[in-house]
């Protein structure tokens, strides 16, 4: 198993087991990141990963985790974008007996 040396945003430099670490590999274009348990804070670390980084940390042994996203991110929006009062507007109505099943339903009362 070896050892691999990451940065902490707290702690700074920080040594590691490859068993510590994981990659997350997007099976997309979207970037791939590794992430870690910081030994010192327990900070839950992530950062961006470049190609030559997910080829030296895989090539160590580091576990690589692929992944998919979620195909809403490919959906077409349309309409304006959610305000802060549509948000406001949604708690309230989640406050009404009965909202969920109306949800649920098809059927919303505005």
């Known amino acids: 198993m070896a050892n691999v ?6 702690c700074g430099d ?17 970037p791939s990141s590794y ?4 030994p010192a804070c327990a900070t839950i670390v992530n ?11 895989s090539a160590a042994g580091v576990e690589v985790r692929r992944w998919e996203p979620p195909a809403e991110l490919d959906e077409r929006k349309s309409g304006p974008p959610i ?6 507007g949604f708690h309230f109505a989640l406050q009404r007996p009965g909202c969920l099943e ?9």
């Open 5 to 10: 040396k990451a940065s902490c945003p707290t």
């Open 14 to 30: 920080v040594e590691l087991t490859t068993r510590q670490m994981q990659v997350q590999l997007c099976t997309a274009v979207l």
């Open 35 to 38: 992430s870690f348990l910081c």
């Open 47 to 57: 950062k961006p990963a470049s190609t030559e980084v997910v080829g030296v940390l």
């Open 83 to 88: 305000t802060h009062d549509d948000l406001l």
């Open 102 to 110: 109306e949800l649920v339903a098809g059927r919303s009362e505005r």
